[in-house]
């Protein structure tokens, strides 16, 4: 017990750094491509009227909100 | 919330995640660089993810690599809203974005192309359709716009 006591703070760091691992690979493989595509097609925005406070939202949604939800899948 | 299976589940459900995401990352590019079939471009991109899950599981410098490429979460979010084409609908401010106006009339338009057809060879020498020699395209072009 007293050791596992010890372990605590390097198995959370372990949790933190795969949480970490899933959200990269979650923005490398669907954020990125849509922020690429979308950013060189910017005329989609202009034509839905989109709000900049939305761009904003969408943003941190896609690239935190999303894959931080996905990175509470229990750790290895 | 796998955890209450126990801690394989938990290990699978991670590995299985790292499994589908490396394999959504390649598709694109392969789909960029190769001109495989579609069952061979499904196979090669399952093939890859599921290398990249058990390099995940078993090596601890590609786990190192992707800790190192963690920033990126920040920073693809930064360089889409401030430097790309986005940036500028964001700093706008509210100014009044042009857009077409709805016409209220209710009169039809036609519009002919006439695809790769020289328009030189129906002009005169004062640059307007030769009546005498084509009548019909002098007799439309005179209650019409033509370019």
Redo the contacts between chains.
């Keep these: 017990m007293h050791s596992r006591q010890k372990l605590q703070p390097l198995l959370r760091a372990g949790t933190l ?2 949480s ?14 849509l ?1 690429d595509v ?3 097609q ?1 005329e989609f ?2 034509a839905h ?2 709000p ?1 406070a939305w ?2 939202f969408g ?2 949604l ?3 909100g999303l ?1 931080g939800l ?1 990175s ?5 | 919330m796998l955890g209450i299976f126990g801690p394989r589940p938990e290990k699978a459900s991670r590995l299985a995640l790292v499994v589908l995401l490396s394999t959504l990352f390649i598709l694109p590019i392969l789909n960029r660089s190769t001109d495989l079939s579609i069952t061979l471009f499904i196979t090669t991109g399952t093939l890859f993810g599921m290398i990249a899950g058990l390099t995940y599981a078993r090596s601890r410098i590609f786990r190192l690599f992707l800790t190192c490429l963690s920033p990126g979460v920040v920073v693809f979010p930064l360089v889409f809203l401030f430097f790309s084409p986005v940036s500028q609908l964001i700093f706008s401010g509210n100014e009044e974005i042009p857009t077409a106006e709805i016409a209220r009339s209710r009169a039809p338009v036609f519009v002919i192309v006439f695809d790769e057809f020289s328009t030189v060879s129906l002009l005169n020498r004062d640059l307007q359709i030769d009546e005498n020699l084509y009548p019909n395209f002098a007799r439309r072009a005179a209650d019409s716009y033509w370019f």
Excluded at chain 1, 23 to 33: C, K, R
């Design positions: 750094s795969q970490l691992h899933l959200m990269i690979l979650f923005n490398l493989a669907l954020a990125q491509p922020y979308t950013s060189k910017a925005y202009v009227e989109t900049a761009l904003v943003a941190l896609l690239s935190i894959p996905l509470l899948v229990p750790p290895c």
